[in-house]
């Protein structure tokens, strides 16, 4: 229950314009998002869902942005493992909006992949996610929610 309520007090707080700093003006914690986020896609690139899946908290919640919410990571590597099992690559995440507080960061970004349609072209499709990733008691930064769609 606290952590949720640490994730509803840090969105309460984007939302209202009153989070501690942007990241462009904190050099620290815009290296820790640059290093997760290169992190998550090398991960999911090289087609390996479990250790993907270990990049999030045992407990972490994701939306696939279908209305379910999947909670664990069993559950989310099984989502990327139908993800890389059906041909979804090259991903990337741009950063578009940051925010944190002690030990928590709060990013907004655009997400970008390749796959192949019924034609076996390729086609690139993308959207917005929401991430929150967490600094565990090992000193290490871990997701521990993460929310995205997909746009036309």
């Known amino acids: 229950m606290k952590k949720l309520f640490n994730i509803l007090a840090v969105i309460g707080f984007i939302?209202?314009?009153?989070?501690?700093s942007a990241m462009a003006d904190d050099t620290d914690a815009t290296v820790v998002l640059n290093t997760v986020n290169?992190?998550?896609?090398d991960t999911?690139?090289?087609g390996d869902s479990n250790a993907l899946a270990a990049l999030y908290a045992e407990d972490a919640t994701l939306s696939p942005g279908n209305g379910t919410v999947l909670e664990g990571r069993e559950a989310i590597a099984s989502l990327f493992k139908s993800f890389v099992?059906?041909?979804v690559h090259n991903h990337t995440i741009e950063t578009i909006n940051a925010?944190?507080?002690?030990?928590?960061?709060?990013?907004?970004?655009?997400?970008?992949?390749?796959?192949?349609?019924?034609q076996q072209e390729?086609?690139?499709?993308?959207?917005?996610?929401?991430t929150v990733i967490e600094k565990n008691a090992d000193g290490q930064w871990i997701t521990q929610s993460h929310i995205w769609n997909m746009g036309q």
Request: net charge negative.
């Open 15 to 20: 939302a209202t314009g009153a989070a501690s």
């Open 38 to 41: 290169a992190t998550w896609n």
């Open 44 to 46: 999911f690139n090289s």
């Open 85 to 87: 099992d059906s041909g």
């Open 99 to 118: 925010y944190h507080q002690q030990d928590q960061i709060v990013q907004i970004g655009k997400w970008q992949a390749q796959g192949t349609n019924e």
């Open 122 to 130: 390729i086609i690139t499709f993308g959207g917005v996610l929401m």
